[in-house]
């Protein structure tokens, strides 16, 4: 019998997993994180913030650079971090790059009563991508806007969008619940009473509306409201493992303060060794054939125990 959630008894999550697997985890020192690194799975460090949101601002660009008409090409990019969006504006307008051919993929976005919320929405993420990065594109080099795509409730056509045009790389970060965009892990219930869906299953999700973690509506609160979590929608839609596999390489961005010390730990360790759990959403890139880990060295903190 797997173990009950410490946090929220009705879910799966990472705390249901064997206890010395987590204090492996626990264990790490930066330089374990580093020689965690294998084929197809890349551990990169970065010493300052400016040169990770930059690093992560310049994946945009390399994958509209691709980008031709016979060939069009894009990213797909979160809403957490977003520190790197900016400066992909202002990378696009000081070299001119036209992005004519170039598509964009949003991730995810909050719903409320069965639809997905407007643009003027104040917690939105069309609406942060929107003013942080393509409102500050120059005209003459800007997105069209059929090439700009956003998930709703009703998904089919955000499905469709993947197979008109290559995605290079899909970004990501990471949630305390160890997610990827909205893949939380499911609820405790029905056939999934005993243990959680398999890799396999978990994989065979599209986009769609999704319940979401008490973990992520804590964490939402927290970095976006002040921890008003009565503000925060507890439904989503998300972009899937259907599409993510679509895309030509995973890379997640670990600022160090969207998940915890013990959490950016957890995930590399098991992506390394191929530990797959949909307890664990994160974990089951292990599967997927090109993924890299983005960390700002400061922020690894430690696992120590300090009582304050």
Known sequence: MRNISKVAPGWWDYTTLDKALLDEAAALSEKDLRGLAREGFAVVMYDTLEEFYLAEALEY???WQQATENEPAGICGPIGPTEQLPLVARVV?????????????????????????????????????ME??????????????ENLHF???DPAQYARSWDAARCVVMQGGQGEVKHWA?????KREGVYQDAPPSPAEYRKLGTRVVDLHPITLM????????????NVPHQAVTVGPVETWKAEKVSIWHPG?????????LTTLMISKRIADAAVPMSLLAEHPNVQFNFY???????????H
Do not use: K
Not at 94 to 120: C, K, N, P, T, Y
Not at 134 to 144: K, V
Not at 182 to 186: I, M
């Open 132 to 145: 942080l990065c393509f409102d500050r594109i120059r005209p003459e080099l800007a997105m069209p806007d």
């Open 61 to 63: 660009v390399a994958a």
């Open 151 to 153: 998930p709703a409730a």
């Open 219 to 230: 964490q939402n609160a927290r970095t976006s409201g002040g921890g008003t979590v009565q």
């Open 297 to 307: 060295r400061p922020g690894l903190g430690t696992c120590d125990v300090e009582m």
């Open 93 to 129: 307008n000081a070299i001119g790059l036209s992005l004519q051919h170039a598509h964009f993929w949003g991730m995810d976005e909050w719903v409320v009563d069965g639809r997905e919320v407007s643009r003027d929405y104040p917690l939105g993420f069309a609406r942060a991508d």
């Open 182 to 186: 909205f893949n939380d892990p499911p």
């Open 257 to 265: 303060h969207h998940d915890n010390p013990f959490g950016m730990r």
